[in-house]
């Protein structure tokens, strides 16, 4: 169940308006939105301070652009969340990521084999992060927004600015490197795949 | 509310995981790409991330970055679009890095915030103290008990530093820097004034500013690469051949094409006369203020007059006679044409604010506003060239009679010659001492002497090949800069402590020329020679030297009455007009507007001269600084107070004001090297003088280009510790390398560099042994 948390769109609206207004209308979008927004971030940085900067960051920019933000029928966390999928994105710029032999880890993977429950239960969370976090930046994203945030699939598009199959496919790419790293992890490092 | 989209969830335990129709399509039954085995690992990897163990957010975070936030909208709130005017006199552009000394000066005057049993005072543990050790820890009294979280969340330094804040009571407040210190940097301490907060509600009566300096370190090591200063890009001109700055710090330029301003996107076209063959040294003369239209057209030697009113300048007609011209610099009024000379390359200068000196057949000649010519010191003999410069009180002059340099005493008519001299000399701002250039054995050499002879001191001698040219003083007559021409590498700028004669290169910029010294000393201007003939006007952010401390008892008083004036005119009270005008000499008519500028955040008092020697009357120079905000940049103001000093109590005569200039703002970069990198490349040291925001340093900031080509594949690092960015790239090719650091690098107040910094070298640094 995902709870409700986003405000009565016509309250959300009026909101907006006073904070395009008046800045100081920033406040209970700020109170609204910081707890999730904050959460994301923090679960995408796993670093507290980064996060801290990150979700700054973050507000900082929307109360300074508050005066450009149209309605475009999304709701107003969309927003922020595109701005915080963005300030990530700088922050990762930054570190040197080796993408390619991920991706092409991607391609390896056996659909056939079954994935092992019993390491995914040893797996806990913080293993499951750190190889999400070992993804592609774009699958990266979407599967942040998918398994961390529970966004559906269109709305992900919407802050990635990307069709909803689009993000399937990224989901779906994530999803079976994920699958392939968890069977990695169960075989050892030094083990051979099994043939046939 | 049925409809309304749900994004995301709030605080709190997360969900449990339940069927995600999501997930089912994309993998279940139905899909292309169904596959069980996929759907099973999408759940377990659901379930797995859901129960990552939420990260909560310090709750005094939470708090202090809604405070903040709330902070800079009741700027932008109150910084809405007010009205601000504009002045035909416009003084100097920055106030760059203000020096230890203006800090000292503007203590006393920042302390004494206006009291009242309601108000907030604070005393800072720093107060008074330029030389402040790195490692310390900032201390703030109250004079009441302060809503603790209120301060805090107000409070900003300026260079960013992080630190941690601690209470061990209710009125003091301990600011622990989490590094050391940046040495030898002006800092401010700033509390918004209604963060500012006590218990009790009281707030001060203005922002609470503390500026305060650290101790200085020993200078660092000349050579290769040499100190650096953040260069800031104002235009773009053709033939540019001139630049100064008037007394009152107005930058000008003279260019005999188009000139573009950084910032403006249309070119200003040249003056009509394209028929009139181009003159070396002929041009517009334009206010890098207003570059929309020129000051004065087809003019030749162009000077300001000393109150920076009058602009004076020769028209060298095809075949006719030089005319001298004086024009107003604000744009008022008729222009004058004053007098002629058959001389191809007149010279002219400002005897006082209506006088001229002018030469014309070898003579020295005086020429009033009025027009009103008279041959003056018939003793002295300027050759055919008429070539001449005179010291600011007019006490000496130089000349080159017969080719023979020579200084002439103006007030007993004796001459004293100056063998080996080297083009013409320029004087300090009080006219007591002149520099030149000449040679010692092979090589030339930097040499400063007193205006009526005895031993010239060596200050400099340049290495073999090396040749110096465009001499300035400093506006405190401290330190020289010059221009160093070295064979294969070009035109530098470099500066000597006229004390200590210790020198180094100020920037690895090439290519540069005409040298004009703001007379607030914080900026160095210079034009820089760019490929295809056009060349760049440049201002170099200077750790300026100190002007020298007010000690005389009258000019102590200008400065105080001066620097209170200031303070009122920070200060949001209600009576500040009221005080403001019982500080104003009878009969001063001084525009109301002008007594209370507009919103600013503090000021700086710059400097304070006599206006004629032994004079009451002091010029009084004062920075009006107002902070950045989201909507505007941080800017300055010029203002010059008039002081009477003579009467039982200092009195304001006269103010004017110069137009806003925006300041730099954000990250600075203080020193910048590089060295060989293994395998080929080039390893970059970036020392910044503010704690970055680690976020924004990356790719999207930093870049390296090799011979036009972006280098990829950087390594960038940041070490918060020492502020310091090092980046590394691969193997180099060959060719002139130019690192840049640019938006959107910004300090942890948020700030985003405003000046990018350039380091450009002719070639990747050569591996040295060891390397």
């Known amino acids: 169940m995902v709870l409700e948390m986003t405000l009565p769109i016509q309250e959300e609206a009026a909101l907006i308006a006073r904070a395009q207004e008046d800045p100081e209308y920033f406040g209970p979008l700020y109170d609204q939105y910081f707890p999730q927004i904050y959460r994301y971030v923090a679960s995408r940085v796993r ?16 109360l300074r652009g508050i005066g450009r933000y149209r309605h475009t029928g999304h709701p107003f966390s969309a927003w922020l969340y595109q701005i915080a999928v963005n300030a990530i994105t700088d922050h990762y710029r930054s570190r040197r990521r080796t ?98 | ?188 301490v700033s509390i918004a004034r209604h963060a500012a907060r006590a218990k009790n509600g009281a707030v001060p009566l203005s922002k609470v500013v503390i500026p305060f300096g650290t101790e200085p370190v020993a200078a660092t090591a000349q050579g290769y690469p040499p100190s650096l200063v953040a260069i800031n890009q104002m235009a773009l001109a053709d033939g540019a051949t001139g630049l100064a700055y008037t007394p009152s710090g107005e930058l000008l330029l003279t260019a005999s094409g188009s000139v573009i301003a950084y910032g403006s996107t249309a070119p200003v076209p040249p003056p009509a006369s394209p028929s009139t063959p181009s003159t070396a040294g002929v041009g517009s003369v334009y206010s890098l203020a207003d570059l929309l239209a020129p000051l004065a057209t087809s003019a030749y030697g162009a000077v300001a007059s000393p109150d920076s009113q009058q602009l004076a300048y020769w028209t060298l007609p095809p075949g006719g006679a030089a005319t001298l011209h004086v024009t107003p610099l604000g744009g008022q009024g008729p222009g004058l044409s004053l007098a002629s000379t058959s001389s191809t390359t007149p010279e002219v200068a400002w005897l006082n604010d209506s006088s001229l000196l002018y030469s014309s057949s070898g003579q020295l000649l005086q020429v009033n506003l009025d027009g009103q010519t008279t041959a003056v010191y018939p003793f002295v003999k300027l050759g055919q060239s008429g070539q001449f410069t005179v010291a600011s009180q007019a006490q000496a002059l130089f000349g080159s009679p017969d080719g023979v340099p020579t200084i002439y005493d103006l007030s007993t008519g004796s001459s004293t010659t100056v063998p080996g001299l080297q083009g013409v000399p320029v004087w300090n701002a009080a006219g007591g001492q002149l520099a030149y250039i000449a040679m010692d054995g092979g090589n030339q050499a930097l040499f400063i002497a007193g205006p009526y002879g005895g031993q010239p001191r060596e200050l400099l001698v340049a290495p073999q090949g090396v040749t110096l040219g465009d001499l300035v003083y400093s506006a405190g007559s401290d330190y020289l800069a010059y221009t160093a021409d070295t064979p294969g590498v070009g035109s530098q700028i470099g500066a000597v402590d006229i004390a200590t004669g210790s020198s180094a290169l100020i920037s690895t910029r090439v290519g540069m020329s005409h040298l004009a010294w703001s007379p607030f000393g914080s900026e160095l201007a210079a034009l820089q020679a760019l490929p295809g003939g056009a060349s760049e006007v440049v201002s170099l952010q200077l750790s300026n030297p100190a002007p020298t401390a007010a000690n005389g008892t009258a000019e102590t008083s200008a400065l105080d009455v001066a620097s209170s004036l200031a303070q009122l005119q920070i200060t949001d009270s209600s009576t500040a007009l009221t005080q403001i005008q019982s500080l104003l000499a009878p009969g001063a008519a001084i525009p109301s507007a002008d007594l209370l500028p507009g919103n600013f955040d503090r000021f700086y008092a710059v400097s304070s001269t006599p206006v004629e020697p032994s004079s009451a009357s002091y010029q009084v120079a004062i920075e009006l600084v107002r902070d950045a905000t989201t909507v505007h940049p941080a800017a300055s103001l010029q203002e010059l107070v008039m002081v009477n000093a003579g009467g039982p109590s200092p009195l304001i005569t006269a103010i004017s004001q110069g137009s806003l200039t925006t300041l730099p703002t954000g990250p600075l970069v203080v020193s910048a090297s590089a060295n060989a990198a293994p395998g080929g490349g080039a390893s970059f040291t970036i020392q910044f003088n503010s704690d970055l ?29 020492t502020r310091e960015v090092t980046v590394i790239t691969g193997p180099l090719p060959p060719g002139p390398l130019v ?33």
């Open chain 2, 693 to 721: 925001n680690a976020v924004t340093v990356g790719p999207q900031s930093i870049s390296v280009v090799d011979s036009g080509q972006s280098v990829p594949n950087l390594q960038i690092a940041y070490q918060a510790a």
């Open chain 1, 99 to 196: 993408e390619e032999s991920l991706e092409q880890g991607a391609e390896l993977s056996d659909p056939s084999t079954p994935v092992d429950e019993d390491v995914a239960q040893r797996m806990g969370a913080e293993d499951i992060w750190a190889l999400i976090e070992a993804l592609p930046e774009q699958q990266r994203v979407a599967m942040t927004l998918k398994y961390g945030e529970d966004l559906r699939l269109a709305e992900i598009g919407v802050i990635m600015g990307k069709s909803e199959g689009a993000v399937k496919l990224l989901v779906f790419r994530g999803t079976a490197t994920l699958r392939q790293r968890l069977i990695t992890e169960r075989r050892g490092p030094g083990e051979d795949p099994p043939h046939g």
């Open chain 2, 1 to 188: 509310m049925a409809d309304a989209p749900r994004f995301g969830h709030g605080p709190g335990p997360r969900p449990q995981p339940d069927d995600d129709p999501d997930l089912r399509a994309l993998f279940g039954e139905g899909e292309s790409r169904s596959d069980p085995t996929l759907l099973a690992a999408a759940r377990r990897i659901r379930s797995l991330a859901a129960s990552h163990p939420a990260a909560d957010p310090d709750p005094a975070y939470r708090a202090h970055l809604r405070a903040s936030l709330m902070e800079e909208a009741r700027f932008r709130q109150r910084s809405r679009p007010r009205h601000r005017r504009r002045f035909g006199l416009v003084f100097g552009a920055g106030l760059g890095i203000a020096g230890l000394a203006m800090v000292a000066v503007v203590l006393f005057s920042v302390v004494a915030v206006p009291g009242g049993a309601a108000s907030v005072t604070v005393r800072a543990s720093v107060q008074g103290n330029p030389r402040v050790p790195v490692t310390e820890a900032i201390q703030l009294s109250f004079n009441q008990p302060m809503v603790e979280s209120s301060v805090v969340n107000g409070l900003t330094i300026t260079p960013a530093v992080s630190y941690h804040a601690k209470w061990p009571d209710a009125t003091t407040l301990v600011i622990a820097p989490q590094h050391d210190l940046v040495p030898n940097v002006s800092y401010v």
């Open chain 1, 47 to 62: 670093s507290q301070s980064l996060a801290e900067d990150i979700t700054s960051e973050v507000f900082f920019k929307a």
């Open chain 2, 739 to 771: 690192l840049t650091v640019a938006a959107p690098l910004s300090d942890v107040n948020h700030v985003q560099i405003t000046v990018p910094y350039q380091l450009s070298l002719p070639s990747a640094p050569p591996a040295t042994a060891g390397s």
